[in-house]
C-alpha cells in the first residue's frame, strides 16, 4: 500500500515508509491510520482571557506526553475555555502524538477524559477493528519516520494529514491483544533494566567520593602504614626540611639580583606562611600534618583581561574544559601565541601545576600535562617538593564543603586568591602519598571499567526495545491468529475480514467507507 504525503519546503515528497504486502504475516492487513478511528485536533483558549485557564479541565500539551500513560497536564482549562476555542474533550484511551519542534513524535495515552492544544494529533481507536494500546505501541516503532516526514528547519513540524496517512500494520483483533500482553511484559523488564542501570552513575560518583575522602583522611593507607612503619617519616620534618632549603634558595637568588643591580624574585605564595603554625587535626593520623595549600605551593592568579584573539597552539583553558583529572587541552580547541598571552599579560601554567575552580561550582582540580594558559574562573598550584601533583588534585575535591564557606557571594560565589591558598591540605608523608596515589588510580580505574560496562549496557538494552517492537510488528513475538486456528482446529477472523465488515456496516449506516486496501476489497467480492 502506498500512502503520500504533501511535498516538503525543497519540494521533495518526505521518505515513506513502505510496507509489502505480500511479506505480512497470514490474516494481517496495512490500512491507513486514519482507517482504525476517529482523528481529532486540539486547540488553546485565548492567553488574553484568564477565565479561560484555571482548575477544571485537564489540558494536553505535547510537553505533557511521556511515551506512556498521561497521568497529568501543567495546565487545565475552564469550560468556558473549551466552548469558546478549538480545544476539544477526548475520552480516556485516546491517543496522541507530539506535531512540532523537539517532542515531534513522543506519544501518550489519556487515562483521563481531557482536552488537548493543536500540537498534538488525537486518535479514538475503533475498539471493534484496533487495541488501543497495539495503536500507541505501534507508533512508538514508526518514531523515527515520524521524525524523518518532519518538514521545516529549525521548528520541525509533521501534519496531521501525514500522521492520518502514515500505514499501520493490523492483525486480527485477538493478536493484537495478545501482542500488547507480551510486549507489555517485555517492555516492562526492558524499562526495569533502564532504571537499574541508571542508578549506576550515581552509586559510581559517590564510590569516588568516598575513595578521595578516604585517602585524604588517612583511612585509605591504614593498613599500609601498619605493615610499613619504616617507610614513614613525619611529614613536619619533611616540610621544615624542604622548607630551609626553598628559603635559602630564595634569599641567594634575592643577593644575586641585588649584586647585579636586577629586578628582585617575585615573592612567592609560600613565603607569606609559617611551617609552624600548623592547623590542629586530632582526624589525621599522627605522621600527617594539616596545613595551608599556600605553604606548599606557589601560585598563578589570571589577569582579567580577555585575549582577543585565539590563533596559537597554547591551549586555553576555562572551567568546562576541566572534565578528569588531567588537563592538557581546551574543548573548543582555542589556543594563544606567545604574543597574544604577552598581549594580555597573562602567564603560562607549566606541567605538574594543578589547577582548581575557583567560582561558581568548586572542588574541580586536574593535574596539567602539557604547558597552557587559564582564565579567571581557574587558579593554579605549583607544587613544592613536599606535595605530590596527584595527591593534591585528589585532595581538592573533599575540600568542596570547605570553599562553599568561606566563597564571597554576589551574582555568582567566587574565592579569591587569599582564600584559595588557606584552603586547608591534610598532608602525610611523600612515601605515604605516593601509596595513597597509586591506590585511589587502581580503584578509580576499577570505577572506569565498571562505567565502560555500563555505557554498552545501557547501549544495548536502548536498542532492545526498538528491537521488540520490530519483531512484535513482523508478527515474531507471539504465535499469529492463523497458526492458533489451525493447530487448534478452527476458524478465525482475518484482519481484511473484519476490515470487510466494518466498511459494510458503515455503508448500511450511511457512514462514508473508509477501508481501501486491497485485501479488504478483495474480502468484500468473496
Known amino acids: 500500500m502506498s500512502v503520500r504525503s504533501k511535498p516538503n519546503r525543497e519540494g521533495k515528497a518526505p521518505a515513506e515508509p513502505e510496507h509489502d504486502v505480500s511479506e505480512l504475516p497470514e490474516g494481517w492487513a496495512v490500512v491507513k491510520l486514519q482507517e482504525i478511528g476517529s482523528w481529532r485536533s486540539g486547540g488553546t483558549p485565548s492567553r488574553t482571557k484568564p477565565e479561560y485557564f484555571g482548575q477544571g479541565i485537564p489540558w494536553v500539551k505535547s510537553g505533557d506526553l511521556p511515551d506512556g500513560p498521561i497521568t497529568k497536564t501543567d495546565e487545565e482549562i475552564t469550560q468556558l475555555g473549551l466552548d469558546n476555542s478549538a480545544a476539544k474533550l477526548m475520552p480516556p484511551g485516546t491517543v496522541c502524538m507530539a506535531l512540532y519542534g523537539a517532542t515531534i513524535g513522543k506519544l501518550g495515552t489519556m487515562t483521563f477524559e481531557a482536552a488537548t492544544n493543536q500540537a498534538t494529533a488525537n486518535l479514538v481507536p475503533d475498539e471493534s477493528l484496533v487495541d488501543g494500546q497495539y495503536v500507541f505501541n505501534y507508533l512508538m516503532s514508526e518514531r523515527q519516520s515520524f521524525i524523518d516526514l518532519g518538514q521545516g528547519g529549525a521548528q520541525p513540524n509533521i501534519s496531521q494529514e501525514i500522521v492520518r496517512n502514515h500505514p499501520i500494520k493490523l492483525p486480527p483483533l485477538a493478536e493484537q491483544r495478545r501482542i500488547v500482553l507480551k510486549?507489555?511484559?517485555?517492555?516492562g523488564k526492558v524499562s526495569s533494566s533502564q532504571?537499574?542501570?541508571?542508578?549506576?552513575?550515581?552509586l559510581l560518583k559517590r564510590f569516588r567520593q568516598s575513595v578521595l575522602a578516604a585517602a585524604c583522611s588517612g583511612k585509605l593507607t591504614a593498613d599500609w602504614r601498619e605493615e610499613n612503619p619504616q617507610d614513614i617519616e613525619q611529614a613536619e620534618t619533611d616540610i621544615c626540611r624542604i622548607d630551609a632549603e626553598r628559603r635559602?634558595?630564595?634569599a641567594l637568588a634575592r643577593q644575586l639580583a641585588k649584586h647585579l643591580g636586577a629586578a628582585a624574585p617575585k615573592k612567592?605564595?609560600?613565603e607569606g606562611y609559617d611551617a609552624i603554625p600548623i592547623l590542629e587535626n586530632s582526624e589525621t593520623p599522627a605522621s600527617w600534618i594539616t596545613i595551608p595549600v599556600g605553604f606548599l605551593c606557589d601560585c598563578i592568579v589570571p589577569g582579567r583581561d580577555k585575549p582577543k584573539s585565539f590563533t596559537g597552539k597554547i591551549p586555553w583553558v576555562t572551567l568546562p574544559d576541566i572534565i578528569g583529572p588531567e588537563i592538557s587541552a581546551s574543548v573548543s580547541g582555542l589556543g594563544l601565541s606567545a604574543s597574544e598571552i604577552e598581549e594580555v599579560n597573562a602567564r603560562i601554567i607549566p606541567i605538574n601545576a594543578v589547577v582548581m575552580s575557583c567560582i561558581g561550582r568548586f572542588g574541580l582540580a586536574a593535574v596539567v600535562t602539557t604547558p597552557l594558559v587559564v582564565n579567571q574562573q581557574l587558579h593554579a598550584f605549583i607544587p613544592s617538593p613536599t606535595v605530590l601533583p596527584k595527591y593534591l588534585a585528589f585532595h581538592i575535591p573533599v575540600l568542596a564543603d570547605h570553599m562553599n564557606l568561606i566563597a564571597t557571594s554576589t551574582t555568582i560565589a567566587y574565592i579569591n586568591k587569599d582564600n584559595c591558598n588557606s584552603i586547608?591540605?591534610?598532608l602525610p608523608p611523600l612515601s605515604e602519598q605516593q601509596e595513597i596515589v597509586r591506590r585511589v588510580e587502581k580503584l578509580f580505574s576499577f570505577a572506569d571499567q565498571i562505567e565502560a560496562r555500563l555505557r554498552q549496557a545501557q547501549s544495548h538494552v536502548d536498542r532492545l526495545t526498538q528491537s521488540i517492537l520490530a519483531k512484535a510488528f513482523?508478527?515474531?513475538?507471539?504465535?499469529?491468529e492463523a497458526e492458533l486456528a489451525r493447530h487448534e482446529n478452527r476458524s478465525y477472523d482475518p484482519a481484511s475480514e473484519l476490515l470487510a465488515r466494518i466498511q459494510a456496516e458503515r455503508?448500511?449506516?450511511?457512514?462514508?467507507?473508509?477501508?481501501t486496501t486491497k485485501r479488504a476489497k478483495a474480502a468484500t467480492r468473496k
Open 183 to 187: 510486549l507489555e511484559l517485555l517492555l
Open 474 to 480: 513482523r508478527g515474531e513475538l507471539v504465535p499469529t
Open 268 to 270: 612567592p605564595c609560600w
Open 195 to 202: 532504571q537499574r542501570l541508571s542508578r549506576v552513575p550515581g
Open 248 to 250: 635559602k634558595e630564595l
Open 507 to 515: 455503508e448500511q449506516s450511511g457512514e462514508p467507507s473508509k477501508v
Open 424 to 426: 586547608p591540605i591534610n
